[in-house]
């Protein structure tokens, strides 16, 4: 059993940031790839970023520069830094956990970008 709960998401300006958090439960977490995803009204779902178990990272095109992926082995928490945010940013976040052939969803944060 793995419960992922994400945290951190609301309502900031263009240009403004915010901090996801994902707090994971288990003993193992330290062995878990970690992801963020996103997904916008009447859009699929999209990798972010990913932080691998041995703290590679990984970023998608559009987020380069203006977000970073981090985990805390020892809080069981994944990070997502994200600056300078733009209004296409606004979706969705769900945090992913992944290791051998199982993969867990947390129920995801609403982040909306206006002004």
């Known amino acids: 059993q793995v419960q992922l709960v994400e945290s951190g998401g609301g309502l900031v300006q263009p240009g403004g940031s915010l901090r996801l958090s994902c707090a994971a439960s288990?003993?193992?977490?330290?062995?878990?790839?970690m992801g963020w995803y996103r997904q916008a009204p009447e859009k699929e779902r999209e990798l972010v970023a990913s932080i691998s178990s041995s703290g590679s990272t990984n970023y998608a095109d559009f987020v380069k520069g203006r977000f970073t992926i981090s985990r805390d082995n020892a809080k069981n928490t994944v990070y997502l830094q994200m600056n300078t945010l733009k209004p296409e940013d606004t979706a969705v976040y769900y945090c992913n956990a992944g290791i051998m052939n199982r993969s867990y969803w947390g129920q995801g944060t609403q982040v909306t970008v206006s002004s």
């Open positions: 288990g003993s193992i977490f330290r062995l878990f790839a």
